[in-house]
């Protein structure tokens, strides 16, 4: 999964630039019952903690609500909690309004959602505590699940890879451009 490796990435950029000591603690959000996506929580992980960053809990869940809660439960752990890689954008929107809940500064927290899902793309146009998404290009899953529906029929490994891109208000015109295609189709 290319998007877990995205947002690790993303991750230990800012321990580098806000935490140069190595005091971050993270959450990262996980699903323990699909190993698929394993790539997802563990590339995180490993980038936050390669960064000198301390990945204080592992979330359980991909809904908003399901993020929500684990952010909470994690903040009263660990006070010092800024950053979240979350499952999904769905996990990750449920961090935000965690954050932002507890009143914590939009400037020392880092969270970023993975697939590029029009809830995680307007709280990042928001400008507060969801820094980006992974996302995944809907013209490119789309060309993948019909090559890995031909090499199955054709007996061919059936195996999926999707890159995923970085989006945050970095560059607003090309988040505007996937915002812009959600609205389009009515999401």
Not at 30 to 58: K, M
Not at 149 to 158: C, F, T, V
């Amino acid at each position: 999964m290319v998007s877990g490796r995205v947002c690790g990435a993303a991750a230990a950029r800012f321990i580098r630039e806000r935490f140069p000591e190595g005091e971050a603690q993270a959450l990262v959000g996980g699903l323990a019952a699909t190993p698929l996506f394993a790539p997802r929580w563990l590339e995180p992980t490993q980038a936050i903690e390669a960064a000198g960053g301390t990945v204080v809990a592992i979330g359980e869940g991909a809904a908003i609500e399901t993020g929500r809660s684990e952010t909470e439960r994690a903040l009263r752990s660990h006070p010092e909690l800024s950053i979240v890689v979350g499952i999904n954008d769905e996990f990750a929107v449920g961090a935000a309004q965690a954050f932002a809940a507890a009143g914590e500064d939009p400037a020392r927290s880092f969270i970023c959602g993975q697939d590029g899902a029009p809830e995680g793309l307007r709280e990042i146009a928001r400008g507060r505590h969801y820094k980006g998404t992974a996302a995944i290009l809907l013209d490119q899953l789309g060309a993948a699940i019909v090559d890995m529906a031909i090499n199955a029929i054709e007996g061919r490994p059936a195996t999926i890879s999707i890159s995923a891109e970085y989006v945050s208000l970095a560059d607003p015109a090309r988040l505007a451009v996937l915002m812009a295609a959600f609205d389009r189709l009515g999401a």
